[in-house]
């Protein structure tokens, strides 16, 4: 079905990245079979969330693991499961946290902003965040400390933290961790690894599941996460056509050959940045992604003087076009947009070099 024609919507060309305004990921066939499948049938659904526990566990090297909404959703049930655990009565009590240990402390750097503030995906729970702005271990030290929340993110800004040694540190403390890894899934064992308690990633993003928040990590932790679900988390939990397409969606990653893969990403890249070079008043490279993520992005640098355009004037002619083409447009101050084309076709990614030329013509 041509939802686009049928709905009069427009066809955009999104080289942005997983990105949520414009529909984050393209979900493969066999994902979408078993969401259509799923929406057919009854289940018990505690049956259903042990399965995609027992999956995401394999996948993650984690011990447990749930599914929620989306990965907001998930640092707010994440941050409740810190403050609660599993007592019925705290639970239905959020986001009224008196009596309860409620501090949540996260570094400046890591204060992200994905579409929402995520010091609101705290309060939300009831929790009071606290912006640890240089010692986070003298922010750890107050009694009341719930937990302490990380970031692996290209979204964080200032000098990297070594998650493992800020996990060490927390745990020192005896304050249980939570990263948000939401877009981290193709390196989740690595964030897993870390020895954070809680690891949170979006299950649309790279993995290409229906929106869904992913929780992954110590299995008692886990326990007072799905708990959530009688209280505050009622609002934020997964649909049963979410949680069978994260299944699908997992067992193709665990049959996913990596380095192919990569390889296949590397050569679109590499063929587009040599076709952009040749273009007047643009240069092109190949640049890695800065968190670790095993793919590399095209990162075209606008010579305004020759070009006759900058950088934002690119993005915006680019995106004012038919189709409109979305541009990764956060680094434009220095004169570079950047390009991921992962889940672009051949002829997307013809059209994106053709208005390319077009724009600087
Ligand atoms: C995308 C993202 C989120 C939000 O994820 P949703 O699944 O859309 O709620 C949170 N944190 C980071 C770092 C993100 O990249």
């Known amino acids: 079905m041509d939802l686009h024609a049928r709905y009069r919507l427009t066809k955009v060309i999104n080289a942005r990245g997983t990105f949520t305004p414009l529909g984050v990921s393209r979900s493969t066939p066999q994902v979408g079979e078993a969401v259509a499948a799923a929406l057919g049938e009854f289940f018990v659904i505690d049956e259903l969330q042990d399965r995609a526990s027992a999956a995401l566990a394999r996948w993650s090297g ?10 907001a959703a998930a640092i707010t049930v994440s941050v409740a499961a810190t403050m609660t655990g599993t007592s019925a009565e705290k639970i239905a009590a ?11 402390v996260i570094p400046a750097g890591h204060v992200v902003d994905y579409g929402q503030s995520i010091l609101q995906a705290i309060r939300l729970a009831g929790a009071a965040p606290v912006v640890a702005d240089g010692d986070i271990d003298a922010a750890l030290a107050h009694p009341e400390t719930a937990s302490l929340l990380l970031v692996s993110s290209r979204l964080v800004r200032g000098p990297a933290l070594d ?6 540190a927390a745990h020192r403390r005896g304050v249980p961790v939570i990263i948000d890894a939401a877009a981290q899934d193709l390196r989740v064992r690595d964030v897993v690894a870390t020895g954070a308690d809680l690891v949170l990633l979006s299950g649309q993003k790279y993995l290409a599941s229906p929106t ?3 929780v992954v990590g110590r299995a008692a932790l886990l326990a007072a996460v799905r708990a959530q679900e009688k209280g505050i988390g009622r609002a934020m939990k997964a649909s049963k056509e979410a949680i069978a397409g994260v299944l699908a969606a997992l067992e193709a990653r665990e049959g996913m050959d990596l380095a192919a893969w990569q390889a296949v990403q590397r050569g679109k890249v590499s063929a587009f940045v040599e076709r952009v070079s040749r273009l007047p008043g643009l240069r092109a490279a190949v640049v890695d992604d800065p968190t670790g993520l095993p793919l590399a992005r095209a990162q075209v640098t606008v010579a305004p003087a020759r070009a006759r355009l900058d950088a934002a004037g690119l993005a915006s002619r680019l995106q004012a076009g038919d189709p409109p083409i979305w541009a990764m447009a956060h680094d434009t101050a220095r004169g570079n947009l950047v390009f ?10 013809e059209m994106i070099v053709v208005r390319l030329q077009q724009a600087i013509a």
């Open 62 to 71: 984690a011990e447990a693991g749930t599914v929620v909404h989306c990965a």
């Open 94 to 104: 959020l986001p009224d946290a008196t009596g309860l240990s409620s501090r949540v």
């Open 340 to 349: 991921e084309l992962v889940p672009l076709s051949d002829a997307e990614i």
């Open 212 to 214: 869904a928040g992913l």
């Open 163 to 168: 998650l493992a040694e800020t996990v060490r």
